[in-house]
């Protein structure tokens, strides 16, 4: 039963990789490949990187928020409708 093991390979830190010094935060497309279609950070499980990364990929995320640059969330559009304007 051993031999049918899956074994998972480790994520590798993107930025460790490259050697990167700082995450600029006025990058926004890099940062849009960390935000969900919603505008959410997505967590470190998802994105692959290393804990020290991940902070200041939420903090750059943070503060491209604060400067505009990229929106807090993205309006929910419903597809249920308003039932009762219909009749």
């Avoid at 006025?26 to 998802?46: A, C, F, H, N, S």
Wanted: aromatic share 6%; net charge positive; proline share 3%.
């Amino acid at each position: 039963m051993a031999d049918y093991q899956k074994h998972q390979r480790h994520k590798q830190c993107q930025f460790c990789k490259e050697h990167a010094e700082f995450i600029d935060y006025k990058d926004t497309q890099m940062l849009r490949k960390y935000t969900t279609d919603r505008g959410k950070i997505k967590p470190r499980r998802v994105t692959g990187a290393c804990s020290q990364h991940q902070r200041d990929i939420a903090n750059a995320i943070k503060r491209a928020r604060v400067m505009a640059l990229i929106p807090y969330s993205v309006p929910a559009v419903s597809g249920r409708g308003d039932r009762r304007r219909n009749r």
